[in-house]
T-cell receptor
Framework: DVKVTQSSRYLVKRTGEKVFLECVQD?????MFWYRQDPGLGLRLIYF???????EKGDIPEGYSVSREKKERFSLILESASTNQTSMYLC?????????????FGDGTRLSIL | AQKITQTQPGMFVQEKEAVTLDCTYD???????LFWYKQPSSGEMIFLIY??????QNATEGRYSLNFQKARKSANLVISASQLGDSAMYFC?????????????FGKGTMLLVSP
């Protein structure tokens, strides 16, 4: 079974802090994704990566950056956390190149910015 | 325009009954894939079922089946014999080849509550 592990289930940080959310997958997937999920808005794509050191902006990249130094690890960085970044963050990974490959998700990180 | 529309914010069903969750989609690409995910209150997203636009038959996975009506651009999830553990948010998602790098577009979700 594919395993996607997010470093924290719950995280509380203060406004202005630099925040790192880590995600690791164990299935050698090319693609990795970061979403945020807010009530009534569904899942919105922040950034994704299709290879080591490669990244692409999703629908809502403002205020975020990402890092992918190794294939199995994809980090989301909040450069200067703000209260409107309080949300549920979901990491996912998938094989590339075909339509039918599902994305596999981690358990999510509930982030609160105070 | 929204790519994926789930018109039911919430649905109620009694245990052991069947329930249909609606999903309509919008694409001009002849080749696309449709997915359903379940998200229990604990938060993890669980992949349930996949339907390809060229698949001849409707997809089935255990108690889950997909009522795929291509001309209507709908891909409704049918859960047969509902169980209490089916209570969760359900998301419909689509992948188009031209979206790039295997991204998915998600609907806003439907909350399903199963009562005893």
């Amino acid at each position: 079974d594919v395993k996607v592990t997010q470093s924290s289930r719950y995280l509380v940080k203060r406004t202005g802090e630099k925040v790192f959310l880590e995600c690791v997958q164990d299935m050698d997937h090319e693609n990795m994704f970061w979403y945020r999920q807010d009530p009534g808005l569904g899942l919105r794509l922040i950034y994704f990566s299709y290879d080591v050191k490669m990244k692409e902006k999703g629908d809502i990249p403002e205020g975020y950056s990402v890092s992918r130094e190794k294939k199995e690890r994809f980090s989301l960085i909040l450069e200067s956390a703000s209260t409107n970044q309080t949300s549920m963050y979901l990491c996912a990974s998938s094989l590339g190149g075909t339509l039918e490959q599902p994305q596999h998700f981690g358990d999510g990180t509930r982030l609160s910015i105070l | 325009a929204q790519k994926i529309t789930q018109t039911q914010p919430g649905m109620f069903v009694q245990e052991k009954e069947a329930v249909t969750l609606d999903c309509t989609y919008d694409t001009s690409d002849p080749s696309y894939g449709l997915f359903w995910y379940k998200q229990p209150s604990s938060g993890e997203m669980i992949f349930l079922i996949y339907q390809g636009s060229y698949d001849q038959q409707n997809a089935t996975e255990g108690r889950y089946s997909l009522n795929f009506q291509k001309a209507r651009k709908s891909a409704n999830l049918v859960i047969s014999a509902s169980q209490l553990g089916d209570s969760a948010m359900y998301f419909c998602a689509m992948r188009e080849p031209n979206s790039g790098y295997s991204t998915l577009t998600f609907g806003k979700g439907t909350m399903l509550l199963v009562s005893p």
